[in-house]
C-alpha cells in the first residue's frame, strides 16, 4: 500500500508553506538591500551637492 493519502497531502502542503515563507524572505531581503542601496546613493549625491556648495563659497570669496 501506497500509505495515507492524507499524510501525504499534508507533507506536501508543509513543503509548499517552507518554500513560500522562503521566497518571501528572499524578496523582503531583497527589498531592503534596494531600500539600502537607494539611502546610500541618496547620501552620496548629498554629499556631493555639499562639497560643490563649498568650493561655490570659497570660490565666492576670492
Known amino acids: 500500500m501506497q500509505g495515507?493519502?492524507?499524510?501525504t497531502l499534508q507533507a506536501l502542503l508543509g513543503s509548499l508553506?517552507?518554500?513560500i515563507r522562503k521566497k518571501k524572505n528572499e524578496e523582503e531581503e531583497e527589498k531592503?538591500?534596494?531600500k539600502k542601496k537607494k539611502k546610500e546613493e541618496e547620501e552620496e549625491?548629498?554629499?556631493e551637492e555639499e562639497e560643490e556648495?563649498?568650493?561655490e563659497e570659497e570660490e565666492e570669496e576670492l
Open 4 to 7: 495515507d493519502p492524507l499524510s
Open 53 to 55: 556648495e563649498e568650493e
Open 32 to 34: 531592503k538591500k534596494k
Open 17 to 19: 508553506k517552507a518554500m
Open 45 to 47: 549625491e548629498e554629499e
